[in-house]
């Protein structure tokens, strides 16, 4: 098992920046891909970015691509999306997923385990 915590959101101005953070426990972090997605009311959950097990490779959404940025830290079995250029229609609640395959894979039923989840609201 592993569990995975999120942190880091809020409510923010359109333009403006947040970090997430998600900490994780359990098995070895650095075995695992790690992905961000996230849920708007009505909507399906959707890919947002991912980092492989090593850090090496990384993907994102065409919709968040040069806004936002996935990293993440083995040392403190800790990924962060630091988002950027914030619009209204970022708003959702953002989760992190984690995956036992090495490259994050953008869909969601192939993620094997997920944090609750933490909201971020974009004001316009």
């Known amino acids: 098992q592993v569990q995975l915590v999120e942190s880091g959101g809020g409510l923010v101005q359109a333009g403006g920046s947040l970090r997430l953070s998600c900490a994780a426990s359990g098995r070895t972090f650095s075995n695992y891909a790690m992905g961000w997605f996230r849920q708007a009311p009505g909507e399906e959950r959707e890919f947002v970015a991912g980092?492989?097990?090593?850090?090496?490779?990384?993907n994102y959404a065409d919709s968040v691509k040069g806004r936002f940025t996935i990293s993440r830290d083995n040392a403190k079995n800790t990924v962060y999306l630091q988002m950027n250029s914030l619009k209204p229609e970022d708003t959702a609640v953002y989760y992190c997923?984690?995956?036992?395959?090495?490259?994050?894979?953008?869909?969601?039923?192939?993620?094997?385990?997920w944090g609750q989840g933490t909201q971020v609201t974009v004001s316009s």
């Open positions: 997923a984690a995956d036992q395959f090495p490259v994050a894979r953008r869909a969601v039923p192939w993620w094997d385990y």
């Open positions: 980092v492989s097990s090593a850090g090496g490779t990384t």
